[in-house]
């Protein structure tokens, strides 16, 4: 008797079709993805602060500088300790400077978007920078809202089950006009734990990462986008096709 009733529990949960992930919040999400592709010529600012639990304020974390034309990017990365990384691109080519006497500057291949090319901009890199996926545009719905992550929106705010990122929120007024985005980062922190359970504390609820974005009125100069080392910097050119 009770076998056959775990076996009619089993087969009706068989039956029942498995829940629909809600993806309401789609067409907000491609709107904000739509505009931030779109944002060409232009300089900026991002702005980042972050915290470590659900008790402490946020604390500064740096700032990003950039500039922006067709696949052609600056950034200019300040850390809140002082030291800095350049980063440019002209389409072709990619330069990485950590500004550091110790180290060369790094020239290498672009590989169609800045987040391909460059290593520490992207996922689970050192520096990455989701607006920077915003604004490359085509890998942001693939990498941070695939099909199965759920997707909402609600009075100008839209809210992704990631998968990369853990929970996370993006901000934004009118027709898709991004203000800032914030996650908690869940998914890399309880990975660090268990790759460096010594050196890193297992993480804790309400911690936050927030990057907001700034729009200044002036354009890129002519030499913005030179993948050019400052004089007399060693360069390490690791480009297969160098020019």
């Known amino acids: 008797m009770l076998t056959s009733l775990i076996l009619a529990v089993a087969f009706q949960a068989a039956k029942e079709p498995p829940k629909a992930i809600d993806r309401s919040g789609e067409p907000a999400l491609k709107q904000v993805i739509a505009y931030m592709k779109g944002l060409d010529n232009v300089h900026g600012a991002i702005v ?3 915290r470590g639990d659900a008790v402490t304020p946020m604390y500064p974390d740096g700032k990003v500088e950039f500039w922006r034309h067709g696949a052609s ?3 200019d990365i300040s850390f809140y300790w002082g030291d800095g990384l350049l980063i440019v691109t002209d389409g072709k080519a ?3 400077d950590t500004q550091s006497e110790g180290a060369p500057v790094t020239i290498t291949d672009f590989d169609k978007t800045l987040a391909k090319s460059c290593a520490t901009l992207a996922i689970n890199g050192d520096n990455f920078m989701p607006i920077l996926y915003l604004l490359e545009g085509n ?3 693939e990498k941070m809202a695939p099909k199965e992550a759920a997707v909402t929106s609600n009075a100008n705010t839209i809210h992704i089950d990631s998968k990369a990122l853990g929970q996370t929120t993006i901000y934004y007024h009118g027709k898709g006009v991004f203000d ?3 996650y908690d980062n869940m998914p890399w922190q309880m990975e660090q734990h268990k790759k460096y359970p ?3 504390d297992e993480p ?4 936050l990462t927030r990057s907001s974005l700034v729009i200044y009125g002036d354009k890129p100069g002519r030499r913005t986008f030179e993948v050019k080392a400052g004089k007399g910097r060693e360069v390490s050119d690791n480009r297969k096709k160098k020019g």
């Open 198 to 200: 010594d050196w890193t």
């Open 204 to 207: 804790v609820p309400g911690s």
């Open 73 to 75: 990017f600056r950034f």
């Open 94 to 96: 990619v330069l990485t």
């Open 48 to 50: 980042r602060s972050g």
């Open 180 to 182: 800032a985005i914030e």
């Open 139 to 141: 890998d942001f719905m």
